[in-house]
């Protein structure tokens, strides 16, 4: 059996060797892409109409970041709120469930400076 602790907080503490490779799939299957991670990065900032979404997240196309935000909202990542005002507005807000990547994004920005360190230091010849 796993061993994965949920501490006072409901904070989950695991080790890799703890880590059960379907639940690993399942988080890679709705986080998978090039623009999911960075779009919810931007919405970590609060709520985002479309276009400053876009402005966000430089290169996604409006067709791809549509296709993506509505899979987030599938997931319960996040949520699309629809102001009555003309013409309608329209707010992209993280949930609570997608809040809870937090601590995710933030450790894997911590590895993305290591490893920007490891292989470009590398390769400017410096040593370890």
Known sequence: MNDINFNSHHEITASCGDCNAITVRDA????????????????????????????????????????????????????????????????????????????VIAELSVWGIAHRNQIFGKQSGKQE
């Open 28 to 103: 890679l299957d709705v986080l998978s892409g090039k623009w999911k991670l960075q779009i919810m990065l931007a919405l970590s900032k609060g709520a985002s109409r479309f276009k400053q979404v876009a402005k966000e997240v430089p290169g996604i196309t409006d067709k791809m970041l549509s296709e993506e935000l509505k899979d987030l909202e599938l997931n319960q990542l996040v949520k699309r709120e629809v102001h009555a005002t003309f013409p309608p507005t329209v707010e992209y807000t993280l949930t609570n469930h997608g809040k809870t990547l937090d601590r």
